[in-house]
C-alpha cells in the first residue's frame, strides 16, 4: 500500500516535501506499526513520536487522511482508502518530519494549575463518591495528545488563547468535589485568553480521538463564571 509522508528537516530542507513508500499491509496493521516498518525496512531517517501503542499516551498524534488520529490507534484496513497520506498536527511549529513542537501546548496547561489544590492532601484519603467520579470520568479521559488544541481556529489566529485541552482539564478539577480551587481557581480561565475566546465551533469535539465533549466542559466553565460573577455558587 502507498503511503506519503509529510517531511521537513530544518537542518537539511529549505521547503517541506513529500516522500512515499511502498508498504505491505496486512489484517490488524495500525499506522504506527506501518510507519515503524518504513524506518527498519527502508527509510531510517523519518522521525515521529510514539510511546505506549496502547492510545493512552497521546506521543503519536498525527494527521491523517484529513483527519487528527492516533497512529497506534489507527486500523489502516479502517481508514479505507489506497493512500495514506500522512502529516504532523497542524498549526504547531515543526522540529523534524511528524515531530512538533508542544511546548506552546505544555506552558498553557501548566497555566491551569493541573493538580488538586486541596486540605489535608496526601495526609488523608479525601472521600470522593461514585457519582461524583463520574460527573468528571470522560474528563480525565483526556490523554493530552493534542489534537483538539491543533484542530482550534483560536488556538491558530491567538498564540495566548488556553486552548480547548487545558480548559478541558481546568474543568477536570473545578468540577472534582474534592478539590478546594474555588473562585482562585476560576480565575485562571477567566479572561479575553480564557474561557470565553472559545467560539464554539466544536473543531476540537470532532479531533478529539477519545471522544470527549471539550466544549462540554468549556461551556460548563462559562456557566460557573457567570454563576460566581452574580454571587452564587459556582
Known amino acids: 500500500m502507498q503511503f506519503t509522508v509529510f517531511r521537513f528537516d530544518p537542518e537539511v530542507d529549505r521547503e517541506p516535501r513529500y516522500s512515499t513508500y511502498q508498504v505491505p499491509v496486512g489484517e490488524g496493521t495500525t499506522l504506527l506499526e506501518a510507519l515503524l516498518w518504513i524506518v527498519d525496512n527502508v527509510d531510517g531517517s523519518l522521525s515521529f513520536r510514539y510511546a505506549c501503542r496502547e492510545a493512552i499516551c497521546g506521543a ?16 489502516i484496513k479502517d481508514l479505507r482508502a489506497d493512500e495514506v497520506v500522512v502529516h504532523p498536527l497542524p ?32 495526609e488523608r ?8 467520579r463520574q460527573a468528571i470520568d470522560e474528563m480525565l479521559n483526556c490523554i493530552l495528545c493534542a489534537c483538539c488544541y491543533s484542530s482550534c481556529p483560536m488556538v491558530w489566529t491567538n498564540p495566548k488563547y488556553l486552548g480547548p485541552a487545558a480548559l478541558l482539564k481546568a474543568y477536570r478539577f473545578a468540577g472534582d468535589t474534592r478539590d478546594k480551587g474555588g473562585l482562585e481557581r476560576l480565575k ?22 477519545k471522544d470527549i465533549n471539550i466544549t462540554w466542559s468549556i461551556q460548563a466553565l462559562k456557566r460557573k463564571l457567570a454563576r460566581a460573577a452574580v454571587g452564587l455558587r459556582p
Open 188 to 209: 485562571l480561565v477567566a479572561g479575553e485568553d480564557g474561557v470565553w475566546r472559545c467560539h464554539t465551533v466544536f473543531n476540537c469535539a470532532e479531533a478529539c480521538p
Open 125 to 132: 484519603e479525601l472521600y470522593q463518591s461514585h457519582a461524583d
Open 91 to 122: 498549526h504547531l511549529p515543526i522540529i523534524k518530519d511528524l515531530v512538533v513542537d508542544m511546548s506552546g501546548f505544555w506552558e498553557k496547561y501548566r497555566a491551569i494549575r493541573p493538580y488538586l489544590i486541596a486540605e489535608g492532601l496526601g
Open 60 to 75: 503519536c498524534a498525527m494527521f491523517v487522511n484529513g483527519k487528527h488520529r492516533l497512529a497506534c490507534k489507527t486500523q
